[in-house]
């Protein structure tokens, strides 16, 4: 067995009559940073959904270390691939500091006292130490994220996705919660970024998967991709995208 652990074997999801993922193939390493590019409608978000079982794959294998997902406890597999979502997904009722600390107690079993600790950590981690009693409707939509992100990390995952992490976020918030992701690379975590940030794929990405219609139609290091790609496809999305910053 490599040191594979998020394997897609010709992954299909289809909503009703309209097909969102055409046969994905992609292998994702260990401790590997792949940011996934691609217009709207392409499929990367549901690809993630899929990875994570949020929603149910029509055709096709996710396998975690060589197992298929399918036969794995939800609980405890969700617990290892942890996900952020691009609007938060926290809790209103609870503060900052609880919404880390309630998945841990509930999943992983921890004592409160083992939580709170592990939460703390993560929370100084993101730079939001200050806002450990804060509710979610008092801090900003960068808070927010970089909050979720903390409670992500709490969960201990081997793999983090990360579904457009930045595009709810007002352009001046953008960068901090880049940072943050940034500051996790460095952690050894294996993380999988769908982003419309090019120069944050550019800079923090092993890899960067190209997907259109569906499937990934092309993927290389960022230097690859970026500088040299062989598809039109990714051409014409990368010059519409990069426009006259190349």
């Keep these: 067995m490599t040191d594979t652990v998020i394997k897609l074997d010709h992954l299909e999801k289809t909503f009703g009559d309209h097909k969102v993922l055409c046969g994905v ?39 975690y270390k060589g197992t298929s997902v399918t036969e794995l406890n939800l609980s405890s597999y969700r617990a290892s691939v942890g996900m952020v979502f691009q609007q938060f997904n926290l809790f209103n009722n609870m503060t900052a500091l609880e919404n880390c600390v309630r ?20 929370i100084e981690r993101v730079g939001m130490s200050a806002y450990v009693n804060a509710r979610p409707s008092q ?19 081997e793999v983090i996705l990360f579904d457009e992490p930045t595009s709810a976020l007002d352009p001046e918030m953008v960068g901090e919660v880049l940072d943050v992701i940034k500051g996790l690379a460095g952690m050894g975590l294996t993380m999988i970024v769908v982003t419309h940030e090019m120069a944050f794929a550019k800079e923090v990405s092993d890899r960067v998967v190209f997907m259109d219609g569906g499937v990934v139609l092309e993927e290389g290091t960022p ?6 790609p062989k598809m039109q496809r990714t051409k014409e999305f990368l010059a519409r995208f990069l426009g006259s910053a190349e």
């Design 25 to 63: 193939d992609l292998e994702v390493k260990k401790g590997e940073i792949i940011s996934v590019i691609g217009s709207s409608g392409s499929g990367k978000s549901t690809m993630l959904r899929c990875i994570n079982l949020l929603e149910e794959p029509t055709g096709g294998k996710v396998y």
């Design 103 to 122: 998945p841990q107690i509930k999943v992983l079993k921890r004592t409160r006292e083992e939580a709170e600790k592990v939460a703390r950590e993560f």
């Design 139 to 157: 801090l900003s939509g960068g808070q927010k994220q970089r909050i979720a992100i903390a409670r992500a990390l709490s969960m201990n995952p």
């Design 223 to 228: 230097d690859e991709l970026f500088g040299n």
